[in-house]
C-alpha cells in the first residue's frame, strides 16, 4: 500500500474540519513533540474539534507551561481522527503503537519518518516550525498559550535556537 504525502493545503483542509480528534506525541515526550500537539490543539479547537492529546509516557512536571497540566493519558473510545506530531514510526507511540494503523495524519520534520500514515512533512529544525506553517496558511489569530507552545518546540528541537538548521 502506498502512503500519501499532503500538501499544506490538502493539511489545512484537515484541520479546518471540526471533529472528536486524538493527538499522539512520541514517548519520552520532549518540548517538540508536546509543543507541536499542543499547538495544533489550540488550532483544532478553534475550529470546533474537541481534541485529546495523548502520550505512552507521561510527561515531565517542567512541562507544564505546555501541557496546562493535562495528564496525556490515552482514553480509548472511537475518535473521529488521529494524527501523530513529531512521531517518524509506530515504535515512537511506545504502549500506544497499536494506533499507528488507526492513524489518519502524521505531521513530522524528520528525514528518516517511515511514512507509516498519510503524511505532510517539512525538514525544518522542528516539528513546531510545521506546525507553524500550517497556523500562518490558515491566517487565523490565537492566544498567548499557541505562542507559548511553539516557542517551546522550537527552542527545543534547536538548541535554543543555536543549531544550524534553525531557521
Given at each position: 500500500?502506498?502512503?500519501?504525502?499532503?500538501?499544506?493545503?490538502?493539511?489545512?483542509?484537515?484541520?479546518?474540519?471540526?471533529?472528536?480528534?486524538?493527538?499522539?506525541?512520541?514517548?519520552?515526550?520532549?518540548?517538540?513533540?508536546?509543543?507541536?500537539?499542543?499547538?495544533?490543539?489550540?488550532?483544532?479547537?478553534?475550529?470546533?474539534?474537541?481534541?485529546?492529546?495523548?502520550?505512552s509516557?507521561?510527561?515531565?512536571?517542567?512541562?507544564?507551561?505546555?501541557?496546562?497540566?493535562?495528564?496525556?493519558?490515552?482514553?480509548?473510545r472511537?475518535?473521529?481522527?488521529?494524527i501523530?506530531?513529531?512521531?517518524?514510526?509506530?515504535?515512537?507511540?511506545?504502549?500506544?503503537?497499536?494506533?499507528?494503523?488507526?492513524?489518519?495524519?502524521?505531521?513530522?520534520?524528520?528525514?528518516?519518518?517511515?511514512?507509516?500514515?498519510?503524511?505532510?512533512?517539512?525538514?525544518?529544525?522542528?516539528?513546531?516550525?510545521?506546525?507553524?506553517?500550517?497556523?500562518?496558511?490558515?491566517?487565523?489569530n490565537?492566544?498567548?498559550?499557541?505562542?507559548?507552545?511553539?516557542?517551546?518546540?522550537?527552542?527545543?528541537?534547536?538548541?535554543?535556537?543555536?543549531?544550524?538548521?534553525?531557521?
Amino acid at each position: 500500500m502506498m502512503i500519501k504525502s499532503l500538501t499544506l493545503n490538502q493539511v489545512v483542509d484537515t484541520v479546518r474540519t471540526p471533529c472528536d480528534t486524538l493527538v499522539l506525541c512520541h514517548k519520552n515526550p520532549d518540548p517538540d513533540t508536546l509543543g507541536s500537539a499542543f499547538s495544533l490543539k489550540c488550532i483544532l479547537e478553534y475550529f470546533g474539534s474537541q481534541v485529546t492529546v495523548a502520550c505512552s509516557d507521561k510527561a515531565s512536571s517542567k512541562f507544564g507551561f505546555i501541557t496546562g497540566g493535562c495528564s496525556l493519558e490515552y482514553v480509548a473510545r472511537p475518535y473521529e481522527r488521529i494524527i501523530a506530531v513529531d512521531v517518524a514510526s509506530p515504535s515512537q507511540l511506545g504502549d500506544l503503537q497499536f494506533l499507528s494503523d488507526k492513524t489518519d495524519l502524521i505531521i513530522d520534520h524528520h528525514a528518516m519518518n517511515t511514512r507509516f500514515a498519510p503524511y505532510y512533512e517539512d525538514l525544518g529544525a522542528s516539528c513546531a516550525e510545521v506546525i507553524f506553517s500550517i497556523y500562518k496558511e490558515l491566517n487565523i489569530n490565537l492566544g498567548l498559550q499557541f505562542y507559548t507552545c511553539i516557542y517551546a518546540g522550537m527552542s527545543g528541537d534547536t538548541g535554543g535556537f543555536r543549531y544550524s538548521n534553525e531557521t
